[in-house]
């Protein structure tokens, strides 16, 4: 079972950011945040992740809570082609076996609109 | 990010005949690659993780001696679905880890639609 809780959905305006939450209050001290996208009849699009601090790519932001039980993706210029399911998975990085596996959940449908 | 590709990004077969659909790594090694199934609506449901050079290992309720898998190279796995049937109708898509030095990613193919009639 996804070990994270994100809102069924969202809406942006084009241009705006998009905020993003996810909840992952039973998250270990080993495991990190990782933040994927899927676009329609697309395979998912891996976009940051992180550990305890924040972190920023050319795609997007990640904020982390300082007791780690929640993050928020940040989106700084939400385009019409941002419009995907965002998924929130929380995992072990760097080592094999199941821990390190991917676990989708039903992520947050953010509907950027003109 | 690196680039996985996925071979064919569509299928229709007729009912009884098996499909192989092919993922590689096209600019990284991957010891691990894995395999996951959508169904529409859905979200994706991991089917197995492929280990080069080893035997895959598949989640509970998927069955083996349907959906086979071999990992043959750090570039290339391969999900054949023997004797298909209409209910394995679905969005296939594989990943593959990049691991190394301060990276663990896995990155996503385009996935292969696939029809059974």
């Known amino acids: 079972d996804a070990k994270t809780t994100q809102p069924p959905s969202m809406d942006c305006a084009e241009g705006r950011a998009a905020n993003l939450p996810c909840n992952h209050s039973t998250i270990s001290g080993n495991e990190y945040v990782y933040w994927y996208r899927q676009i329609h009849s697309q395979g998912p699009q891996y976009i940051i992740h992180?550990?305890?601090n924040n972190e920023t790519n050319e795609m997007a932001s990640l904020i982390i809570t300082e007791d780690r039980k929640s993050s928020t993706l940040i989106l700084p210029h939400a385009t019409l082609r941002d419009t995907a399911v965002y998924y929130c998975i929380v995992r072990v990085a760097g080592y094999g076996g199941s821990q390190g596996n991917l676990i989708f959940g039903k992520g947050t449908k953010l509907s950027v609109k003109p | 990010g690196a680039v996985v590709s996925q071979h064919p990004s569509r299928v229709i077969c007729k009912s009884g005949t098996s499909v192989k659909i092919e993922c590689r790594s096209l600019d990284f090694q991957a010891t691990t690659m894995f395999w996951y199934r959508q169904f529409p609506k859905q979200s994706l449901m991991l089917m197995a993780t492929s280990n080069e050079g080893s035997k895959a290992t598949y989640e509970q309720g998927v069955e083996k001696d349907k959906f086979l898998i071999n990992h043959a190279s750090l570039t290339l796995s391969t999900l054949t679905v023997t004797s298909a049937h209409p209910e394995d109708s679905s969005f296939y898509i594989c990943s593959a880890r990049q691991l190394g030095g301060s990276t663990d990613t896995q990155y996503f193919g385009p996935g292969t639609r696939l029809t059974v009639l």
């Open positions: 992180g550990l305890k």
